[in-house]
């Protein structure tokens, strides 16, 4: 697991959300939350105050659905370094 993954899992569970996955590919970084009906103010502003503003590119909040009738909220953005 990357710092960044770890940062971000533990600054989620701080909040109260709870992490099934972190996907990190090159600078592509997703946050699968189990929350359907999160808050995206509320998560953006948990990636932003956790790797910083002028590290997070393009940040977007989206539901999934895992095709078991679960829905997720994805939390997708590019990390610079």
Do not use: P, W
């Not at 189990?34 to 910083?52: F, H, N, P, Q, Y």
Request: hydrophobic share 35%; aromatic share 4%; net charge negative.
């Amino acid at each position: 697991m990357t710092d960044i993954e770890q940062s971000l899992r533990s600054a989620f569970a701080d909040a109260g959300y709870e992490v099934g996955e972190i996907r990190q590919n090159r600078k592509q970084v997703s946050v699968v939350v189990t929350e359907d009906d999160a808050s995206a103010s509320a998560l953006r502003e948990i990636v932003v105050d956790t790797l910083g503003d002028d590290s997070v590119l393009g940040l977007d909040v989206t539901t999934e659905s895992t095709g078991d009738d679960e829905i997720t909220t994805v939390v997708s953005f590019r990390h610079r370094e």
